[in-house]
C-alpha cells in the first residue's frame, strides 16, 4: 500500500502532521507494508528567500495582528512539544523553500530524503539557523550524508530536479489540494490537515480493507 504526502517544511502543521502520521503508522498492523512517498508543496512559492520574521509575515499575509499569530505560534509549539518536538515561537524567517524541495529530491535519489527532511523540519522550527541560507542548507545535506560538491551543483543549477517539484505540485492540483499537510492512501483516501494518530491509523485500516 502506498502513502503519499505532500509538505513543506516552512509550515507547522506538516512538521506536526508528520509525527502524528508516523505514530499512527506504528499502529497499523500492516505498517511494513506501507510504502511512504514525500511529495513537494510550496506554501509561498512567491515568497522571497527568507528575509522577514516569520510571525510579520504570516500575519500580514492572513490579514492577522501580531498578537494573534504569536498566539497561534504558542499554539503549534505546545502540539510540537507535545509530540518531543522542538519549537521556536518565532524564532524563524518566512521564505521561498523552492530550493529545500529541489534539494529533497536530490536526497531521494541517493536514498537519503527523509533523513534531510527530519533534519530541515528540526532546524526550521528549533533552531536558530535558516534553512533560507545556502551555506546552512548544504551543511544539512552534508550531515545526512549526501555529497558536497553535487548538493553545490544542484543549488547552483536552477533546472536541476525543477521538474520533479513540479511535477508533484501538479499532481496535487489534480487531487484537489490546496493546503498541506495532505496524505492520499492508494489513490482512493485522501487526509487533510493535522489528525490524531488515532485517525491516521483508521485511514490506514480503512485503505488496506479497500484494496
Known amino acids: 500500500m502506498r502513502v503519499e504526502i505532500w509538505a513543506d517544511i516552512a509550515c507547522p502543521w506538516c512538521y506536526i502532521g508528520r509525527a502524528r502520521f508516523t505514530q499512527g503508522l506504528a499502529g497499523f498492523a500492516h505498517r511494513d507494508q506501507v510504502e511512504v512517498v514525500h511529495r ?22 492572513y490579514g492577522r495582528t501580531r498578537e494573534q499569530q504569536i498566539a497561534r505560534e504558542e499554539q503549534a509549539a ?13 524564532g524563524r524567517l518566512f521564505g521561498n523553500t523552492f530550493d529545500v524541495h529541489r534539494l529533497l529530491h536530490f536526497a531521494k535519489a541517493r536514498s537519503l530524503q527523509v533523513e534531510l527532511m527530519d533534519l530541515a523540519f528540526q532546524v526550521n522550527f528549533a533552531d536558530k539557523r535558516s534553512v533560507y541560507d545556502k551555506e546552512t542548507l548544504v551543511g ?10 553535487e548538493v553545490r551543483a544542484v543549488l547552483d ?21 490546496r493546503g498541506v499537510p495532505f496524505f492520499v492512501l492508494n489513490r482512493q483516501y485522501g487526509v487533510s490537515g493535522v489528525q490524531s494518530a488515532e485517525s491516521y491509523t483508521r485511514a490506514l485500516e480503512q485503505a488496506w480493507a479497500a484494496r
Not at 502540539?79 to 518565532?90: E, I, K, P, R, T
Not at 544539512?140 to 550524508?145: N, Y
Open 140 to 149: 544539512l545535506a552534508v550531515e545526512v550524508g549526501l555529497n558536497e560538491a
Open 78 to 90: 505546545a502540539m510540537a512539544q507535545s509530540l518531543g518536538l522542538g519549537y521556536l515561537v518565532g
Open 40 to 61: 513537494s508543496f510550496e506554501l509561498n512559492p512567491e515568497a522571497e528567500n527568507g528575509t522577514v520574521p516569520i510571525i510579520d509575515a504570516v500575519a500580514a499575509q
Open 157 to 177: 543549477d536552477p533546472d536541476a530536479y525543477t521538474a520533479e517539484v513540479r511535477a508533484d505540485e501538479r499532481l496535487a492540483a489534480e487531487l484537489g489540494a
